[in-house]
Structures are given as structure tokens and as C-alpha cells.
Nanobody, 115 residues
């Protein structure tokens, strides 16, 4: 069992920045691909960014060039730096730990971007 706790969400104006953090406990952090998903009101949850244990990253087209995901394997943390935020980035952001056959989720942290 892996426990994930997110922090750093909030309200910001368009063009601003936020930094989300997720701390994992209870599992072997290195075995998981870590990701940030988001779910906007009335929409399905979607992957925003992910990072492997080796630091290989993947981004949704909508966030490329604006969001940066990173992880600190010594501290069991994964961070999402979000710059140039847009109103369409408004969503609840969820931290995810993935291993084939397993997915663990945090409770989510809300991000609201006003125009």
C-alpha cells in the first residue's frame, strides 16, 4: 500500500505559477512511475505529466512547455511546477503511483485559474 499526500494547490490568475508537491509513504518509491493527473468539472480524469524512476518524462500536449514534473527519490517526493497557467488548467490535481497492475492515488488538490 502506498499513501500519497498532495499539497500546493490554490487559486491564481492566468499567467501565474503554482507548484504542486506529492509525498509518498508506505511503499518502495523507486518501483513506481509517478504521475500527476487532473480532472476538470464535468470531464474525465486525464494524465498531465509522468516521470519514471530514471527521470524520463511525458507530458500531455496541452501542458508541454508550461509544466515540469520532477522527482526526488531520496525524499519520496514528486513535484509539478506549473507556469503560464490558463483558465483551462482549472481542475483537481491528483498524484498517482503506477506499477503494472497497481495504481495508488492521493486525495487531490484543487487548482483554480481565473482569467
Amino acid at each position: 500500500q502506498v499513501y500519497l499526500v498532495e499539497s500546493g494547490g490554490g487559486a491564481v490568475q492566468a499567467g501565474g505559477s503554482l507548484r504542486l508537491s506529492c509525498t509518498a509513504s508506505g511503499g518502495f518509491f523507486l518501483r513506481y512511475v509517478m504521475g500527476w493527473y487532473r480532472q476538470a468539472p464535468g470531464k474525465e480524469r486525464e494524465l498531465a505529466a509522468s516521470i519514471t524512476r530514471y527521470g524520463s518524462t511525458s507530458y500531455a500536449e496541452s501542458v508541454k512547455g508550461r509544466f515540469t514534473i520532477s522527482r526526488d527519490n531520496a525524499k519520496n517526493t514528486v513535484t509539478l511546477q506549473m507556469n503560464s497557467l490558463k483558465p483551462e488548467d482549472t481542475a483537481v490535481y491528483y498524484c498517482n503511483a503506477h506499477f503494472p497492475g497497481m495504481d495508488y492515488w492521493g486525495k487531490g488538490t484543487p487548482v483554480t485559474v481565473s482569467s
